[in-house]
């Protein structure tokens, strides 16, 4: 069966400082990645998404910049954090050429900027 | 903002009530999903239904979409405390999918 997972589960960051947000996915094969956004109470906001190695789509031009290195890893990252920041980042994967696109979340990030 | 909105924002009832919940949503889809979020936690995938379907159903979640409306709606039958949650619909169309703001569904034992 397939597992994601994120770490860290918490994290809080001063103002400036860099962030790296690790995602990973086990039990599939070039599957589709994205990271998402949550703000306390609303929806959420689609930050990136990955088809393959290498290959990233924005969303939202932004602080943040995601990379996916190994086939099943996606890293969210940002040089410098913002008070703006702030926020539940959750990684989700789907099956590739998926004719559904239902998506599978890990458990999250919650990102305090201070 | 593109994104969806559902309403109620939240929504009180008693356990063994039924539980609606509404979305509506912008532009042109594949298909629209229902997801369910407990605080602090993942989304989790309820039900899908596609551009070309009605109604949808699954043990106790019944599902109808109106594409000329551009609105869903999720109805949660005999509702348990175990419920409790918020609840979000996602149209779209591969990859980009918009993500309403949620209902908040409190049952109460």
């Known amino acids: 069966s397939q597992t994601i997972h994120q770490w860290p589960a918490t994290l809080v960051q001063p103002v400036g400082s860099p962030l790296s947000l690790e995602c990973t996915v086990e039990?599939?094969?070039?599957?589709?990645l994205y990271w998402y956004r949550q703000a306390a109470g609303r929806g959420l906001q689609l930050l990136f998404y990955s088809v393959g190695i290498g290959q990233i789509s924005s969303e939202v031009p932004q602080n943040l910049s995601a990379s996916r290195p190994q086939d099943r890893q996606f890293i969210l990252s940002s040089k410098k954090l913002l008070l703006s920041d702030s926020g539940f980042y959750l990684c989700a994967w789907s099956p590739p050429r998926s004719s559904t696109d239902t998506q599978y979340f890990g458990p999250g990030t919650r990102l305090t900027v201070l | 903002s593109q994104q969806g909105e559902e309403d109620p924002q939240a929504l009180s009832i008693q356990e063994g009530e039924n539980a609606t919940m509404n979305c509506s949503y912008k532009t042109s889809i594949n298909n629209l999903q229902w997801y369910r979020q407990n605080s602090g936690r993942g989304l989790v995938h309820l039900i899908l239904?596609?551009?070309?379907?009605r109604e949808k159903h699954s043990g106790r979640l019944r599902v109808t979409l109106d594409t000329s409306k551009k609105s869903s709606s999720l109805l949660i039958t005999a509702s348990r405390a175990a419920d409790t949650a918020s609840y979000f619909c996602a149209s779209g169309r591969t990859y980009k999918y918009i993500f309403g703001t949620g209902t908040r569904l409190k049952v109460l034992a």
């Open positions: 039990g599939t094969s070039n599957p589709n």
């Open positions: 239904i596609r551009s070309n379907e």
